[in-house]
């Protein structure tokens, strides 16, 4: 019994010391990580280009208020509104403009959260799962977390695809977990850029989620009430996610209200330029 205990004490000091050698990186340990993991694709994958592109597209269709509004001005002559309309129209097409390009860096940091994970890149996390003690190891997501970055990066995918351990393990809970619990078994990977919900299909990766579920599953206490709230993770409710859904919403109610303020100023100028019509025909006759 003595050479079985310390036979298994030998072995956990050697599993402590592997994973202890074993170096964890992930963009959430440093600043200059969470910059690259949201700014990265951003720039390089030149997504800023559509976005001033968007902006502009924004500000000119703001413009068409103001030059409505102009038309009307000009029509009944209102020396005093000219002048305050030399500072005005800069000033509305500026603002408009960072509008747009403010609710478009957000959309895109909002889309970064959601991983597009390829068919070896999921395989890849379900063997870590699978293979990783989720209930003795402190840091048991961080590491598949970083395991599965790295993986991801020799398979040719520049940028990392987990912020963080709890964000490796929301993304599992509700990409894997909860389509098995619903039994919808809709578990989506990307190969070649094109998306595929049929992971299940295919007996050895049944199998290998049967596997990492099991191992979950036998981690998690309370795992009914987890998998309810998988969503919930660091990125969709934080003091972002919560300012993003003012601002998108507030976004939403201003472009309402400038699209019913163009259509009444036009129909304005519309009615307007006929009844001017009618009593310049009345007065010509």
Same mark, same amino acid.
């Given at each position: 019994?003595?050479?079985?205990?310390?036979?298994?004490?030998?072995?956990?000091?050697?599993?402590?010391?592997?994973?202890?050698?074993?170096?964890?990186?992930?963009?959430?340990?440093?600043?200059?990580?969470?910059?690259?993991?949201?700014?990265?694709?951003?720039?390089?994958?030149?997504?800023?280009?559509?976005?001033?592109?968007?902006?502009?597209?924004?500000?000119?269709?703001?413009?068409?208020?103001?030059?409505?509004?102009?038309?009307?001005?000009?029509?009944?002559?209102?020396?005093?509104?000219?002048?305050?309309?030399?500072?005005?129209?800069?000033?509305?097409?500026?603002?408009?403009?960072?509008?747009?390009?403010?609710?478009?860096?957000?959309?895109?940091?909002?889309?970064?959260?959601?991983?597009?994970?390829?068919?070896?890149?999921?395989?890849?996390?379900?063997?870590?799962?699978?293979?990783?003690?989720?209930?003795?190891?402190?840091?048991?997501?961080?590491?598949?977390?970083?395991?599965?970055?790295?993986?991801?990066?020799?398979? @040719?995918?520049? $940028? =990392?695809? /987990?912020?963080?351990?709890?964000?490796?393990?929301?993304?599992?809970? +509700?990409?894997?977990? #909860?389509?098995?619990?619903?039994?919808?078994?809709?578990?989506?990977?990307?190969?070649? @850029?094109?998306? $595929? =919900?049929? /992971?299940?299909?295919?007996?050895?990766?049944?199998?290998?989620?049967? +596997?990492?579920?099991? #191992?979950?599953?036998?981690?998690?206490?309370?795992?009914?009430?987890?998998?309810?709230?998988?969503?919930?993770?660091?990125?969709?409710?934080?003091?972002?996610?919560?300012?993003?859904?003012?601002?998108?919403?507030?976004?939403?109610?201003?472009?309402?209200?400038?699209?019913?303020?163009?259509?009444?100023?036009?129909?304005?100028?519309?009615?307007?330029?006929?009844?001017?019509?009618?009593?310049?025909?009345?007065?010509?006759?």
């Amino acid at each position: 019994m003595s050479m079985i205990s310390d036979e298994s004490e030998m072995d956990l000091e050697k599993c402590v010391q592997m994973y202890e050698e074993e170096e964890i990186e992930l963009p959430e340990d440093s600043t200059s990580g969470k910059l690259v993991y949201f700014l990265a694709p951003y720039f390089f994958e030149k997504t800023w280009i559509e976005d001033i592109l968007f902006s502009l597209s924004g500000a000119f269709f703001s413009s068409v208020a103001v030059f409505v509004y102009f038309s009307l001005r000009d029509f009944y002559h209102n020396p005093l509104e000219s002048e305050l309309s030399v500072d005005f129209c800069p000033l509305w097409t500026i603002s408009h403009y960072f509008l747009c390009f403010t609710f478009s860096i957000f959309s895109f940091i909002n889309d970064r959260k959601t991983v597009n994970i390829e068919t070896k890149v999921l395989q890849k996390l379900l063997r870590e799962v699978a293979g990783v003690d989720l209930t003795e190891d402190p840091v048991a997501w961080q590491r598949i977390a970083s395991r599965v970055n790295h993986f991801s990066e020799e398979t @040719g995918y520049r $940028y =990392s695809l /987990f912020y963080s351990g709890e964000h490796c393990m929301h993304f599992f809970v +509700r990409e894997i977990v #909860k389509p098995i619990e619903c039994q919808t078994y809709d578990i989506r990977c990307y190969c070649e @850029g094109e998306m $595929y =919900s049929n /992971f299940w299909k295919n007996p050895s990766n049944k199998a290998l989620t049967e +596997r990492a579920l099991a #191992k979950y599953n036998k981690s998690v206490e309370n795992f009914g009430e987890l998998s309810h709230t998988a969503e919930r993770d660091e990125f969709r409710d934080g003091t972002f996610e919560r300012f993003c859904n003012i601002f998108n919403t507030s976004m939403l109610y201003l472009g309402v209200i400038e699209f019913a303020s163009i259509f009444i100023l036009l129909l304005t100028f519309i009615i307007s330029t006929i009844v001017w019509a009618i009593f310049h025909s009345f007065a010509t006759a």
